[in-house]
């Protein structure tokens, strides 16, 4: 296969554009935002060896790269509507892209978004998608809006995925039970659209947990000019996982990454609403912290124990450029 044949046979969707002007074909992609909407656009990109194990089947990493672009559109409340890709290959292999590109689409089909353009090239194992989706004007969730005294709020469990990497690097050992719903959750996360959608109204901030709670709070920390202090004893820390020693627990959690929650603040008044929306979506919404004024010399996100006092919660975030 030329790279024209490779695009046409396994990233040529079935159907015609609904959204889209054009669909694939031409040298650029053609949309036009709803009046009264704002576009909300975000890229990533997924490296072999570094964001995903070489040797993972092909249709969840198809999956994975897609939703980890829907969890930023989930992140800023905005519907998801268009997406490219961009993907390095080490050779054109049928059956790879064959289970890559069916993974890929029955999540693109789940949320109803587009794939409506991209390029292919030779080299090692790369995906990029860029996303696109509409926000109502004024309406969006960003970093920077959280208040002092604002509960911290996040989504799901939390550290099943960091503990299915350390499985894999043979750091400590996962009984199969466990080690499968893990998997799970380390290469088939759920994007939050639909909650991410409900918070506009009830959130003052949000993001998408990629990089481990305490890191990805600091964000919303430093564009607030807030810090933020997270009780350990509520952190909603993933069943899978009771085996481990607390500390363990707690370390996936707070540092592990690649969870693809959603972790939003919200005023204090919100709490009912926010209690009944989890309800409404069948997922867990923990109350986990809250929002503080800063203080010279304070961490960003300080963990502290049930009385207040402050815990030690060893390394921070995730660091791709880190000793």
Request: glycine share 8%; hydrophobic share 50%.
């Amino acid at each position: 296969m030329n790279e024209f044949d490779l695009i046409k046979r396994y990233f040529n969707p079935s159907t015609q554009p609904v959204v889209a002007d054009l669909g694939i074909g031409d040298d650029a992609a053609l949309f036009t935002p709803q009046p009264g909407f704002q576009l909300a656009i975000s890229v990533d990109m997924l490296v072999s060896g570094r964001h995903f194990f070489a040797d993972v089947d092909p249709w969840r990493l198809g999956y994975k790269a897609l939703a980890v672009n829907l969890s930023d559109m989930a992140a800023m409340g905005a519907a998801p509507r268009w997406f490219t890709l961009a993907l390095a290959l080490p050779e054109a292999n049928p059956a790879w892209l064959a289970a890559f590109s069916q993974g890929m689409f029955a999540l693109a089909a789940e949320h109803q978004v587009e794939l409506v353009g991209g390029d292919t090239t030779r080299g090692p194992l790369t995906i990029s998608i860029q996303i696109a989706g509409e926000v109502e004007s004024g309406t969006a969730l960003t970093r920077g809006a959280a208040g002092a005294e604002d509960d911290v709020w996040v989504s799901g469990v939390l550290g099943a995925a960091a503990a299915a990497v350390a499985h894999r690097v043979e750091a400590l050992s996962l009984a199969e039970e466990a080690l499968a719903r893990c998997q799970d959750r380390l290469e088939l996360p759920t994007p939050r659209v639909a909650l991410g959608r409900a918070l506009r109204h009830l959130a003052s901030a949000c993001l998408d947990l990629s990089d481990g709670i305490v890191g990805d709070l600091a964000h919303i920390c430093a564009r607030s000019d807030l810090r933020a202090e997270l009780v350990a004893s509520q952190l909603p820390i993933d069943p899978a996982l009771a085996v481990l020693p607390l500390s363990l627990q707690q370390k996936f959690a707070l540092t592990g990454g690649d969870e693809y929650e959603l972790c939003f603040c919200a005023p204090v008044a919100q709490r009912d609403a926010i209690a009944r929306l989890g309800e409404q979506c069948g997922l867990p919404l923990t109350r986990v912290g809250r929002m503080l004024a800063p203080q010279v010399g304070a961490r960003p996100v300080q963990l502290v124990d049930d009385t207040g006092a402050t815990l030690d919660f060893g390394q921070g975030a995730f660091d791709h450029f880190g000793a």
